[in-house]
T-cell receptor, first 108, second 114 residues
Framework: GQSLEQPSEVTAVEGAIVQINCTYQ??????LSWYQQHDGGAPTFLSY????GLEETGRFSSFLSRSDSYGYLLLQELQMKDSASYFC?????????FGAGTTVTVRA | DAMVIQNPRYQVTQFGKPVTLSCSQT?????MYWYQQKSSQAPKLLFH???????NEADTPDNFQSRRPNTSFCFLDIRSPGLGDAAMYLC?????????????FGEGSRLTVL
């Protein structure tokens, strides 16, 4: 089966940097994805790491260490619109299993 | 342009009254998924189709069924909804073998059971 752990909530001010950690245990692993979900909306894809290292996409970066079964999502230059839930998800073949999600609240 | 379209966006039903939710896609993806998401929880995979092959998750209740008549459409049938089935139901698609870890989600169908 799959088991993912991430913090339940994080609060930060505009312009700050937030790091959301994710540790996982899984019977099969292709890669680690990150999704953003605003209240009442659908999850939207942010990033995917199949190999160790850092992937940067604008203000968001994602990191993976396969040997440590660990990854993180880094949100830089936080904006009010970044207030949302963020899910890490393990890809096994073509199935995605989600963590419980981290609620990020951005304050002015 | 919406690529994964779910209908209806909001569905209210009575306890025990069957419900069908629909999903259509214009991406020509071969894998379609149904997830259930309850308030403040992670999306939970119910089942998926790889082309026409149906794959049920072990803990998906028998009350939930699905049909995929063609590549573009997929339906979720809830035969006898209970109060515990109130949730957002999310349809998603992917291209198997794409290797990007990206699923394309619809806007969801929010089910209320009275």
């Amino acid at each position: 089966g799959q088991s993912l752990e991430q913090p339940s909530e994080v609060t930060a001010v505009e312009g700050a940097i937030v790091q959301i950690n994710c540790t996982y245990q899984t019977s099969g692993f292709y890669g680690l994805s990150w999704y953003q979900q605003h209240d009442g909306g659908a999850p939207t894809f942010l990033s995917y790491n199949a190999l160790d290292g850092l992937e940067e996409t604008g203000r968001f970066s994602s990191f993976l260490s396969r040997s440590d079964s660990y990854g993180y999502l880094l949100l830089q230059e936080l904006q009010m619109k970044d207030s949302a839930s963020y899910f890490c998800a393990v890809l096994n073949d073509y199935k995605l299993s989600f963590g419980a999600g981290t609620t990020v609240t951005v304050r002015a | 342009d919406a690529m994964v379209i779910q209908n209806p966006r909001y569905q209210v039903t009575q306890f025990g009254k069957p419900v069908t939710l629909s999903c259509s896609q214009t991406l020509n993806h071969n894998v379609m998924y149904w997830y259930q998401q309850k308030s403040s929880q992670a999306p939970k995979l119910l089942f998926h189709y790889y082309d026409k092959d149906f794959n049920n998750e072990a803990d998906t209740p028998d009350n939930f069924q699905s049909r995929r008549p063609n590549t573009s459409f997929c339906f979720l049938d809830i035969r006898s909804p209970g109060l515990g089935d109130a949730a957002m139901y999310l349809c998603a698609t992917s291209l198997a073998g794409g290797g990007t870890g990206e699923l394309f989600f619809g806007e969801g169908s929010r089910l209320t059971v009275l």
